[in-house]
């Protein structure tokens, strides 16, 4: 079996409808250090090579539901559409560009239904 692409870091992605508050909690209760503010989500450092990113979505929580993106920071964008391709796994969206958090990715879903990401980032990270 041919191997993956590798992963260097992790995101999870919360959505949040009050994004001041979410902000708040993870910068001055969580104490966690601001590593990107995109404006509209804001990306937390958790450790070393994981982070949390807290985005704000008018409808973000519908009653009784929460949604969270587990997303993989590579550079091998591609390499894993093609990998995930080959194995037989079915794509959400085909890897694009992404203007407005400049980056460039593709969604999937894992067989429990969880929304995952694979992604680079544009410019510095």
């Known amino acids: 079996m041919k ?3 590798p992963i ?3 995101i ?7 994004l001041d508050k979410s ?3 993870y910068e001055e209760v969580m104490g966690f250090p601001l590593k990107l503010d995109q404006g509209g989500c804001r990306i937390y450092t958790v450790t070393e090579n994981a982070y949390l990113g807290v985005c ?4 973000a929580q519908p009653p009784g539901e929460r949604v969270v993106i587990f997303t993989f920071v590579t550079p091998e964008v591609d390499s894993w559409y093609e990998h995930l391709i080959e194995q037989g ?3 959400e969206t085909p890897p694009a560009e992404n203007p407005e958090y400049g980056i460039y990715h593709f969604f999937l879903r894992d067989p429990n239904g969880y929304l995952l990401e694979v ?6 990270w």
């Open 3 to 5: 191997l993956p692409p």
């Open 8 to 10: 260097h870091e992790q």
């Open 119 to 124: 992604q680079r980032f544009l410019e510095g």
């Open 56 to 59: 704000q979505r008018p409808n």
């Open 89 to 91: 796994v079915e794509i």
């Open 23 to 25: 902000a708040r909690f």
């Open 12 to 18: 999870t992605f919360l959505y949040t409808t009050d």
